[in-house]
């Protein structure tokens, strides 16, 4: 069954240092891939996205993320984390069999310390 | 502005009291979907739909309906709400393999 493992329930990093949220998945093919942040209150706003191509992807924010099809990742990376940052941060893979079903990650929860 | 909107926001109701979730996009989007988000379990889809009078399960759809009259609009309906439908809901669209748009969640709590 398909299905997406983001291993950190809870990260926490110094503004100014380097993140990296982790994300793995199952599916048989290689699906579309999504990183998604949601801010206390609010909505999942899209970061990036991958569909096929170069395998780094920039997003808003300053955030990239790397698909590696030998491991089955798509990990999410920024150089340099700043406060407002802080939030819960999603993966997801979209199907690409016609069903266009969305499976998420159970989400990784960023805490940025001044 | 392009927008995903669903009513209301908070909802605190009684168990077995039917209540309707409204969800309405202004981007003319094929795909709609239903999601509950509750703590260390991440988004769970309920239901979604691939375009008008076309619905299917999601995940978890015991204890919801669903409907698609029109492409804009696609309400969650719970017919008799029980305490463990407590949760943040969200509903999203999109255009078919796009990236999905989301409304900013109505949290649900029934006693």
């Known amino acids: 069954a398909q299905s997406v493992t983001q291993p950190d329930i809870h990260i926490t990093v110094s503004e100014g240092a380097s993140l990296e949220l982790r994300c793995n998945y199952s599916y048989g093919a290689t699906p579309y891939l999504f990183w998604y942040v949601q801010s206390p209150g609010q909505g999942l706003q899209l970061l990036l996205k991958?569909?096929?191509?170069?395998?780094l992807v920039q997003g808003i924010k300053g955030f990239e993320a790397e698909f590696k099809r030998s491991q089955s990742s798509f990990n999410l990376r920024k150089p340099s984390v700043h406060w407002s940052d802080a939030a819960e941060y999603f993966c997801a893979v979209g199907e690409t069999s016609g069903t266009y079903k969305y499976i998420f990650g159970t989400g990784t929860r960023l805490k940025v310390l001044a | 502005e392009a927008q995903v909107t669903q009513n209301p926001r908070y909802l605190i109701t009684v168990t077995g009291k039917k209540l309707t979730v409204t969800c309405s996009q202004n981007m003319n989007h094929e795909y709609m979907s239903w999601y509950r988000q509750d703590p260390g379990l991440g988004l769970r889809q309920i239901y979604y739909s691939m375009n008008v009078e076309v619905t299917d399960k999601g995940d978890v759809p015991e204890g919801y309906k669903v409907s698609r009259k029109e492409k804009r609009n696609f309400p969650l309906i719970l017919e008799s709400p029980s305490p463990n439908q407590t949760s943040l809901y969200f509903c999203?669209?999109?255009?078919?393999?796009?990236?999905?748009?989301f409304g900013n969640g109505t949290r649900l709590t029934v006693t």
């Open positions: 999203a669209s999109s255009l078919n393999g796009s990236p999905l748009h």
């Open positions: 991958y569909f096929s191509g170069d395998t």
